[in-house]
């Protein structure tokens, strides 16, 4: 590790903190209804989008009532998306001839975009056309990000709100978030990064010429407006197979840096909009710095373990950090940090391989998703996540000193600890079913590229990806299988549906409960004690789910590594 390379991470975090409060602010006035500055040019177009709808910003909807909405609409996105993928051949903006999608891959990719985990089983500059790429694939970029917004909305509202019946209205919060929160930010990052290079053009394919006279075509599109909401809505689907580490994509410091904020930023914000709904906005910064510890942890194993290199390598008489499979215009540094973010949030874009870090710098990013994404997290999505672990939490509390668990003047009763317990363990459940499976089915144990605990990191790696909706690999895992397809569908299923579910379940009851006055026992969950206490609910109840399988995989391979062994 070096001095200069921490000096980018704190750069980095400084940064952060300094949007927390600005677009928290913002994003409060946008879910409130208040008048912001777009107002004047976008109240026409949402009250238009409503009377199409057929319905009211004034209209309250019961937590049932919006998780039904939530769900026709991403099933009619589903629909949409894979029969866009099945009709390519046919369809128009296909300048390089692509052919339809084959059915399961078609299957995997519309769950995987609706469900904001963009898991890819394909390379999109050789797969998809621009039409679907658009239409299809960055519609769903949009659509599933403010989804999961949305519905941490609703289930902050869950908390302000006493002997109430509604927790808003989904079409209301998921038209809001994408026309004042998500497009104006995205048309402001597209021109950012059409000046840094990345491209932007319909026209077709370029064929060049290499210095050794042969020809090669350089894949373009419209590639900028897609790698800002790719980051902003934590979603990670690459325009180009290599993703974040293509030129075209992220072509060098400057904009590695606003990729990497972008992917943060909205999440972190979102503490700020719960502190302000709640009427303290202590208690935003006391859940936030709980995900920044956190945070650090891993950035601070992962940079080491990368730094100190490859025992392996280190035997052969090279020195130096593991720089295999990373960027030479990133380094070391930002390759550690991007990873830790990446996988913190639910976006999976990768500017590194994540296959080739080392055992304990692999296996960062693992534990990240098999929290629950719960650092930062997804849009929304990793929001509502640690909120479940809040309830937990206070139940645990509550059991320490002898009284009904309570958080923000709500009592914390049995309801709402099972929903809370449902959410958290369905993840578990997804990963290594899955995962036992796999690993023992002889048509799934042949796309494992590696053998020994790497392949079993492997496959491991990509249910827990697909189950947290996260999306980034292992790449020695060959995925475009009809086990795979499949299986990762379903997971990818799971971990987005039966975490929302019990979260608005959640909203709904917090939201009819009355408020109860503070006293002289109530725990208070604005200051360190609490902070400490969510921390360590959150790695307990994670170390006891997953330690097994980690110990298995990336643990037991770097003890291999340090006795000269390698798989």
């Not at 370029?206 to 075509?217: D, F, I, R, S």
């Not at 979102?270 to 891993?298: C, K, P, Y």
């Not at 080491?304 to 720089?323: F, K, R, T, Y």
């Not at 959640?506 to 009355?514: F, P």
Request: proline share 4%; aromatic share 10%.
């Amino acid at each position: 590790m070096t001095i200069n390379g921490w000096i980018q991470i704190l750069v980095y975090c400084g940064i952060l903190l300094l949007l927390v409060k600005p677009l928290g602010g913002y994003m409060y006035r946008v879910f409130s209804g208040d008048r912001t500055f777009p107002s004047p040019v976008l109240v026409p177009i949402e009250r238009g989008l409503y009377r199409l709808a057929g319905t009211s910003e004034k209209e309250e909807q019961h937590w049932a009532v919006y998780a039904t909405g939530m769900l026709l609409f991403n099933l009619a996105g589903f629909l949409v998306l894979y029969a866009l993928q099945r009709l390519q051949g046919a369809l128009p903006y296909n300048p390089a001839g692509m052919s339809a999608v084959e059915p399961g891959l078609a299957f995997n990719t519309a769950v995987s975009f609706v469900t904001n985990t963009n898991w890819q089983n394909y390379g999109g500059e050789s797969t998809m056309s621009y039409l679907v790429q658009m239409a299809g694939l960055n519609v769903q970029n949009f659509v599933s990000a403010a989804t999961g917004i949305a519905i941490a909305i609703a289930l902050i509202r869950g908390f302000a709100r006493a002997s109430g019946r509604s927790i808003g209205n989904f079409w209301v919060d998921l038209t809001r978030c994408t026309l004042y929160v998500l497009l104006p930010l995205c048309i402001v990052l597209t021109l950012a990064y059409v000046w840094l290079g990345i491209p932007q053009t319909l026209g077709p394919y370029v064929e060049a010429t290499t210095l050794e006279g042969a020809k090669q075509t350089i894949a373009l599109g419209p590639v900028a407006s897609q790698i800002a909401i790719k980051m902003l809505g934590t979603n990670g689907g690459g325009f180009f197979n290599a993703n974040a580490a293509h030129p075209f994509e992220n072509p060098d410091a400057i904009s590695n840096m606003i990729q990497m904020l972008t992917i943060f930023a909205l999440g972190a914000g979102l503490t700020n909009v719960f502190g302000r709904m709640v009427g303290s906005e202590r208690q935003g910064w006391a859940i936030l710095a709980s995900m920044g510890v956190l945070f650090l942890i891993g950035v601070t194993v992962c940079y080491w373990a990368e730094a100190a290199g490859n025992p392996l390598v280190h035997a052969l008489g090279i020195d130096g950090g593991n720089m295999e499979g990373k960027e030479t215009r990133f380094g070391i540094a930002m390759s550690a940090l991007f990873a830790v973010i990446t996988t913190a949030a639910s976006c999976g874009a990768v500017n590194a391989m994540h296959d080739s870090f080392t055992a304990l710098g692999g296996m960062i990013p693992l534990i990240n998703m098999q929290l629950g994404e719960v650092i930062v997290g997804g849009v929304g999505a990793g929001f509502y996540g640690i909120l479940m672990f809040v309830v937990v939490a206070v139940f645990v509390a509550g059991l320490m000193v002898g009284r009904t668990p309570e958080y923000l003047g709500k009592k914390i009763e049995a309801k709402e600890v099972k929903m809370a317990m449902l959410a958290i363990l369905c993840l578990p459940l997804a990963m290594l079913i899955f995962t036992a499976i796999a690993v023992v089915l002889p048509s799934a144990v042949a796309s494992m590229v590696n053998g020994g605990p790497h392949g079993f990191s492997e496959v491991l790696y990509a249910y827990t990806s697909a189950a947290a909706n996260n999306g980034s690999a292992f790449g020695g895992l060959s995925g475009n299988t009809p086990w795979y397809n499949i299986t990762l569908g379903l997971g990818m299923l799971m971990g987005r549906f039966l975490v929302i579910i019990p979260a608005l379940a959640i909203a709904g009851s917090l939201a009819a409960k009355k408020t109860v006055p503070a006293s002289a026992g109530t725990f208070p969950t604005d200051g360190t004690l609490f902070v400490g206490l969510l921390v360590g609910v959150i790695i307990i109840v994670g170390g006891l789910t997953f330690f097994p399988s980690l110990a298995v995989g990336p643990i037991v391979e770097h003890l291999a590594m340090i006795h000269g062994q390698t798989f």
